[in-house]
C-alpha cells in the first residue's frame, strides 16, 4: 500500500523512467514506458497526456519521436507531479477524509495528521524529477513492485 492513489503512483514512475532515458539521451514511447514500469498502457496513456498539459513531461511525434525532459525539467519539484495528478488533496485534506475537518473544527486525527502530511509535502518540494537518475541507472533503486534478477 502506498500513500499516493494508483494513478499518481504510475504517474510518479512514469516520470522517473523519462527522466532517466532522457539522461540517457533516449525518448521513449507510451508502451516502452508501460512495460518497464509494469502499468497499464491505456491507463498511462491518459496519465502522460495530463502531465504533458502540465508541461511536466514533454512529447515529440513521428520517428525518432516519443517522452521526454529537457535538462531544466530534472529540476521540476515532485510536488508539481503529484498536484499535476491529484491536485492539492494530499497537501490539505483530511486525514480521515472528512469535508468539515478544519483549524477551527478538527478531526480525532488533524494534528498528528497535519504534522505528517507538512513533512510529505516538504519532502516533495524538496526532491526533484531527476534526483534519482544516476541510482536508477546503476541499478540501485527500483521503478516496479517486482523485482527482476539480472544475470
Known sequence: MGIFSKT??????????IAQS??????VSIKEIAENIHSPEAFLGKILQNLSRARIIRSMKGPGGGFYLDPEDMNT???EVVKAIDGESLF????????????Q???PLHQEFKSIRNSLAEMLEKTTVGQFN???????????KIHVKTK
Open 8 to 17: 499518481c503512483e504510475y504517474g510518479l514512475r512514469a516520470v522517473f523512467f
Open 105 to 107: 473544527y478538527p478531526c
Open 22 to 27: 532522457s539522461q540517457e539521451n533516449k525518448r
Open 77 to 79: 519539484p515532485l510536488s
Open 92 to 103: 490539505v485534506g483530511c486525514g480521515m477524509g472528512l469535508e468539515f475537518c478544519s483549524e
Open 134 to 144: 544516476d541510482d536508477l541507472i546503476k541499478g540501485k533503486i527500483l521503478l516496479t
